[in-house]
């Protein structure tokens, strides 16, 4: 325990020295989150939320209309396990943020897996740059998929929805050697082990670098608009400058 604990702290004190981890991304101004105050009911299911609906995936009133609105270069579904539905994943970013192009699905519903592709980190499935390049060669240029599938849950839970049979056959890959810049709620998780949201990011970069341009221009960047914004708040929170402002005997500041 103690020596996780040592490792999340190191991790936690790498993340502050990257001055700012999103110097690089195209990603819209946020500034306006700060200045929402309170929460609002969801107009779908009136329960009191901040920013969005994490159960209905909607953007809470006061943020509709000043959202980026991405378009995505693939569609992209995310499936979850119904003891999952929480304020804590990631995944419901790409809901309001990609509304066109991405979907979540709770099992046992699942989406068209006619023409799909399973993005799970088992052993036995492909090095994601690997397999696209690989169905470039194989298909002349051409995508012969129409989704790549993301299973949102913890392993506990993924073992009945990999299993499904509709799943169980899909082509598989993995992303490789990527940080997660998210360690700080992922408690004993290697770094490499993405949230939901960054593995989304990260594939559809893959993807558009292989079959649509070479070159990539930030497209996609504001698919990691909550995430920046969340980032940032955990950043400011461990920031030893900060620090003071977080004194846990705060009657003894002068
Ligand atoms: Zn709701």
Known sequence: MEDNFQIENTRINQGINKKDAFKDYKI???????????????????????FFCYTCYVPMPPLVGKLPDVKLPIK??????????????????????????????????????????LVFPSDDAEDAVDFMKRVKDENNGIFPYERIIFVDSTWNQTWKIRHD?????????????????????????????LSTIEAVYHMNIIFHKHF???SYNGEYDNLLFFFRYMFNKIRQLYDPKS???????PYLRE
């Open 28 to 50: 819209a101004d946020n500034s306006f989150l700060d200045e929402l105050e309170g929460r609002s009911p969801c107009p779908e299911c009136c329960k009191s939320r901040k």
């Open 76 to 117: 992209i579904d995310i499936i979850k396990h119904p003891l999952e539905i929480d304020g804590k994943s990631t995944a419901v970013h790409g809901c309001i943020l990609a509304p066109n192009d991405f979907r979540i699905h709770i099992y046992p519903e699942l989406p068209d897996t006619q023409k799909a592709i």
């Open 165 to 193: 049979p509709k799943i169980v056959n899909l082509p598989r890959i993995k992303l490789n050697g990527i940080e997660s810049l998210f360690w700080r709620y992922q408690r004993g998780n290697p770094i490499t082990f």
């Open 212 to 214: 649509i341009s070479e």
């Open 243 to 249: 620090l003071k402002a977080y004194a846990t005997r």
